[in-house]
């Protein structure tokens, strides 16, 4: 384990971090077969969970902790959306390190992101 300069133990490093998300999407792309535009995506927003995370290691993030990253990303203006692509990407992304890596948990599971804006089907306005 290596410490962290904010005096928390963390057991992963960025580069570490950067290595699981390359290995994860390589399976995104070869055995789950999904499009390049669609692991860009989930890219991007493992990205985002790691800027948010900041010196929290990623096996001991906690359900609080998440919310706080969703209601943050809200607050910035994300919709509904977004946040729920956003999330299952992570929620892949750490059953994919439960399966492969040894992750005993997944700090995704159970969270709901904000409702998306509905459309009115007859004048296309959101309500």
């Keep these: 384990m290596r410490r ?3 005096g928390t133990e963390s057991s992963f ?3 570490a971090a950067n290595m699981l998300l390359a290995a994860y999407l390589d399976h995104l792309a070869n055995e789950r077969r999904l499009s390049a535009h669609t692991a860009n995506n989930y890219s991007r927003d493992i990205e985002a969970l790691f800027q948010l995370a900041d010196q929290s290691a ?3 993030l906690t ?3 998440v919310r706080r990253f ?3 990303l809200h607050s910035r203006g994300l919709g509904g959306r977004t946040l729920a692509r956003m999330l299952s990407a992570w929620r892949g992304f750490f059953k994919y390190l439960a399966r492969d890596h040894g992750f005993e948990h997944n700090p995704c599971l ?3 992101p ?3 804006a509905k459309t009115c089907s007859r004048c296309g306005t959101r309500r």
Excluded: N
């Design 13 to 15: 490093s960025a580069s």
């Design 58 to 60: 990623l096996d001991k």
């Design 63 to 65: 359900i609080h902790q």
């Design 70 to 72: 969703i209601a943050q």
């Design 114 to 116: 904000p409702k998306a």
């Design 4 to 6: 962290e300069a904010s």
């Design 110 to 112: 159970g969270i709901r």
